[in-house]
Each structure stands twice: as structure tokens, then as C-alpha cells.
């Protein structure tokens, strides 16, 4: 059996295709079903659903074979718990954004830059934040939060986040301005290394199919 991993939403649906292009399909939706596995037209096959921060860790212990996560889940994972077990052989380029640097509007945050201001940010992805000030010589107290971001700078608990943006338009709901771009970030195909030599007969033609669907698109 091959246990592939998802998080509901927009990692399942952009996978979709590129299991498709594999010959798998899921039969059945998950946001009707309250399974959390779900059967392919494969028997050896099944897809596991967790919540996106949990695909590395199913795939690095091996209670799934293979999974999709963000390249910010991988960066936080790898910082929290270190590099082992993972191999990531494809760039999938879907759920593509990109992380960056948001202000109040009416922040000047180029000056408080400039005069070394010692900067209050709030994130979900400390890693991320941590690394990107400490490159520039900002100093930094870093606040963790594990959702809605956007609304640290309204109420003063922050003067900055660090958070993904795709359209812009949660930060301009907010009237919050993008002030840093960080990276770009895409989803990855992750595999148990493990399971990769174990199950290579099975593995290896998933994720020869998933490559080939990208040059394709490409
Ligand atoms: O929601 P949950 O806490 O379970 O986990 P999660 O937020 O990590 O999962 P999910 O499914 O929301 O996101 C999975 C992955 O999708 C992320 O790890 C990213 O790699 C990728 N992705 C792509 C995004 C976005 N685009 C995105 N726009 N993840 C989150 N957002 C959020 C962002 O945090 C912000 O709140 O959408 C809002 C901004 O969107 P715009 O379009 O208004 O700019
Ligand atoms: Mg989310």
C-alpha cells in the first residue's frame, strides 16, 4: 500500500491534477466526506488528509509513503525537528505565494529600519522570520501566533507580520501594506527515504508520472 498525504483544501485540489496525471483518482471529496482516508481507483493507494504543519511529520515517521506541503511547512518543520528521513524530489509548483513583510500603512517602517529600532513581528513561521531579520541586522522580538496574523499591527500587539500572500487582498481588507518581499514559496512533493527504497517498484512511477505532468505544463 502507497499512503499519500494531503491537507484539505488548496493543496488537495492542486494535487489533483498531478494524481490524475499518475492514472489516480480519489473517490471521494473531503469536503463532503468526514473520512479522513480516502480510497483511490487504486487499491494500493490511499490518500491520508492532516492538517498541512503534520504532512512532514506523517512522511518523516512514515505514516504515509509520500505527502505535499508548502515549502513554508517544510523550512518550519526542518528548523523545529532537523532534516532526516525527507527527500524532496520535485518542486510541484502549485499553491504558489510568497512570504513577506506587512505593515500598517501608516507604519514607517523604512525609517524604524534605518534607525535600528528593535521591531515587534508576529508570525505563524518564526524560522522564516528569524533568519530573513537576522540577514538584514534587524533586531527582532518575535511573537508567535498560529492564525490570522493580519490583525497583530490593528491592535498593537505587533508592529509587523511575516505571513504568506497570494492575491493581496487580506492585506488591503486590513490596511496593511506589503513591505519586504521574502520568498517565493511553492509546495513540494515529500518522500520517506525509507519508503522510497522499500516501495521503489510503486513509488518511483507516481513520482516519474508527477515529473513528467510538470514539464508538460511547464
Ligand atoms: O489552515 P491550517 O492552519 O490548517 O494550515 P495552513 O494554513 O498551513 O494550510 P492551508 O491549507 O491554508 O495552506 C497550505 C499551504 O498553501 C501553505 O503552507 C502555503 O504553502 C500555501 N498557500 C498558498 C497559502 C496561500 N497561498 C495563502 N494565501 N497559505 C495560506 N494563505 C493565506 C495567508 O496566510 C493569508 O492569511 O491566505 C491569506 C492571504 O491570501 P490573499 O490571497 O488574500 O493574499
Ligand atoms: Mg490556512
Known sequence: MITLALSKGRI???????LAAAGIEVLEDPEKSRKLILPTNRAD????????????????YGGADVGVCGKDTLIEHQAEWGTHGLYQPLDLQIARCRMSVAVRADFDYATAVRQGARLAVATKYTAIARE??????????????????????????????????STGNTLKANHLVEVEHIMDISSRLVVNQAALKVKQASLRPIIDAFAKALTVSA
Open 132 to 165: 530573513f531579520f537576522a540577514s538584514k541586522g534587524v533586531h527582532v522580538d518575535l511573537i508567535k501566533l498560529y492564525g490570522s496574523m493580519e490583525l497583530a499591527p490593528l491592535t498593537g500587539l505587533a508592529d509587523a507580520i511575516v505571513d504568506l500572500v
Open 45 to 60: 493507494v490511499q490518500v491520508v488528509l492532516v492538517r498541512a504543519s503534520d504532512v512532514p511529520t506523517y512522511v518523516e
Open 12 to 18: 488537495f485540489q492542486e494535487t489533483l491534477p498531478l
